[in-house]
């Protein structure tokens, strides 16, 4: 079987009813990022991260996945095909997908502040302060925050690396470790990148862009790569 890698951002969640930032402005829901996206905004402020992110975890109970998310699933009847997502929500594993890693962790889990390998699966949308690990101290969000490393960059490198088919939508490539995994996917790899704002990318070999949006452009290529290969 073929392996087939897609690179996913906010913009395939877009028309699900979940914002960009990008789009609105550099603004993330009416926030600045260092506000509630960074680990000085955690120390500054813990309630109104919380707060952020509950807002964001509530509001994905509230919408489904869209036509790109279902139609990526429906790859996995030819291709072993991995997902490599920056978003935090949770439509690719809803929409079908079976090979979802989040480089930037996931609304649904929080994690200790002592201890980052104890992480739970969140009951309901709510994280609280005073809400507490097995050891005694509070949880957050598991989420990766901008300026802090992104532990799975280097397996993300080596499954970009090993793709015969290279799928990137809905970034804008500039949140990086994650943008440059391109970088890794060898230069006679196909690639497709599907985004209505996409730019052109002279360096980048083999490289179609579609320029529309996910909900419209992922299904097409998905018909064409499972009536071709
Ligand atoms: P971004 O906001 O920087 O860029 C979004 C991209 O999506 C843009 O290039 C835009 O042109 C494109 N886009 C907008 N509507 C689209 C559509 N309907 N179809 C296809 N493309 C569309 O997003 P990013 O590059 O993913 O970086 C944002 C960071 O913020 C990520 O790291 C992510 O963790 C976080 N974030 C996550 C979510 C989510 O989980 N749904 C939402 C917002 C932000």
Known sequence: ?????????????????LKTFRDSNGLWEEHRVEDVA????????????LEFYNQR???LYEVQPNAAHIA???LEEKFDVQVITQNVDDLHERGGSSQVMHLHGEL??????????????LDGWELKLGDKCEKGSQLRPHIVWFGEAVPLIEEAA?????????????TSLNVYPAAG?????PGNTPKFLVDPNASPMPWIRNLTIVKEKAGSGVPKIVDELLQKD
């Open 72 to 74: 990526l699933a429906k």
């Open 108 to 121: 649904k889990k929080v994690r200790s502040t002592a201890d980052p390998n104890l992480v739970y699966t």
């Open 38 to 49: 960074t680990y000085e905004a955690w120390v500054r402020n813990p309630a109104l991260v």
């Open 181 to 185: 995994l391109l970088n890794y996917v």
């Open 57 to 59: 975890r509530k509001q």
């Open 1 to 17: 079987m073929k392996k087939l890698v897609v690179l996913t951002g906010a913009g395939i969640s877009a028309e699900s009813g």
């Open 158 to 170: 080596v499954l970009s690396s090993q793709a015969d088919i290279f799928i990137v939508i809905g």
